[in-house]
């Protein structure tokens, strides 16, 4: 397998020192390369990232945070652009080790064992991504924490099979916890996690982007948004999360909250509905508040109203 190296401020668009470089891959081909998406990094955790990829020190990497903040898609698109192959899944309260190592499956009548998204990683050095680790039951998730730091993995169902890993192999876990479960009671299906598990992580929080970085984000996947809107719609955010339940001091307001995730959707939504009546109302109904209770949505409209003015009677992005 060969490598090249990337300069770090041309690759990632961020301000770095003339020259710095991070390792990446030679082969842009590799079917398991995340597809290439638009992507605004934030210079610290990219930092954290960069260094954790040169170097885990058996080490995993934990982003943590509030739903939609962008923490599977920075690890997606950092490996995009450094060509680094990506396994990844999405955990849930019955997901077994089973289901990550391997298993043996019914071919044309034979039973062949098949490797699962940890073991493929681990033998050729690619990502593990597990999404949402905290909604995995903690007893399974613990017979990883051999293979993060860097043990072989022994398949004893495959002959006992000796896997070892593969020095680019690196594993990341997201989720909105820390792995001491949800105190908010809003992330349904979160499990506390075993402390000697979360103990092989090194923890980043991944919060909502500053409204700087989010009008870059949404210029860059609603480009024909005129500026101006895309400002309202980023106070309409900062205000509904202030309300959210979720960030605690002084709010206690509204069950549901504006993501970068929802953010966005709204944004591209202005523009699919373009010239139809009452367009920012419209879009964010779909975008968010037909999930709200009928007082949030109200609260949440009423929220949208005051920072448009007149531009929310409009039709016109
Ligand atoms: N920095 C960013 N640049 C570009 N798009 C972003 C950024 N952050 C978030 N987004 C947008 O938000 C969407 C959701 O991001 P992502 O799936 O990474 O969130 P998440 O934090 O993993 O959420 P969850 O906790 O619900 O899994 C992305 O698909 C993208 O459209
Ligand atoms: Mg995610």
Redesign the pocket.
């Known amino acids: 397998m060969t490598y090249q190296r990337f300069d770090v401020a041309k690759t990632f668009g961020v301000q770095a020192r003339a020259g710095l470089e991070v390792l990446g891959f030679a082969d842009e081909t590799h079917p398991h390369i995340p597809v290439r ?6 210079n610290e955790v990219l930092r954290d990232i960069l260094a954790f990829l040169r170097d885990p020190g058996g080490d995993g990497f934990f ?1 943590t ?10 690890v ?2 950092v490996a995009s652009r450094l060509f680094w192959p990506v396994q990844a899944v999405t955990c849930h309260g019955r997901m077994e080790l089973h289901a990550l190592i391997g298993q043996f499956v019914l071919v044309q009548g034979e039973t062949r064992f098949v490797h699962g998204p940890l073991a493929v990683a681990a033998r050729d050095g690619h990502l593990l991504i597990l ?2 680790s905290d909604l995995m039951d903690p007893s399974e998730l613990a017979g990883l924490n051999d293979i993060i730091e860097g043990q072989p993995l022994v398949i004893a169902e495959n002959g006992g099979e000796v896997i070892r890993p593969h020095p680019k192999f690196r594993v990341f876990a ?3 916890s820390v792995g001491a479960g949800d105190g908010s009671g809003l992330y349904q299906g979160v499990l506390r996690q075993n402390l000697a598990f979360m103990d092989r992580f090194r923890v980043v929080h ?1 919060g909502y ?1 500053e409204p700087t ?1 989010e009008k ?2 949404i210029k ?2 609603a480009p024909r948004l005129p500026d101006l809107i895309v400002e309202k719609m980023i106070a309409v955010a900062g205000e509904v999360r202030r309300l959210f339940v979720g960030a605690k001091e002084g709010g206690a307001e509204l069950t549901v909250t504006m ?3 929802t953010l ?1 959707r709204w944004a591209g939504l202005s523009l699919t509905f373009k010239g139809a009546p009452k367009v920012f109302e419209y879009a964010l109904t779909q975008a968010l508040t037909a999930r709200a209770e009928p007082e949030q949505r109200e609260a949440i409209h009423r929220i949208a109203a005051d920072v448009f003015g007149d531009y929310w009677a409009g039709s016109q992005p």
């Open positions: 998406k638009p992507y605004v990094f934030r982003l945070g509030p739903t939609g903040s962008g923490k599977t898609s920075l997606t698109q999404n949402e997201t989720g909105n991944v982007p970085i870059e984000i860059a996947q993501s970068t995730r966005v």
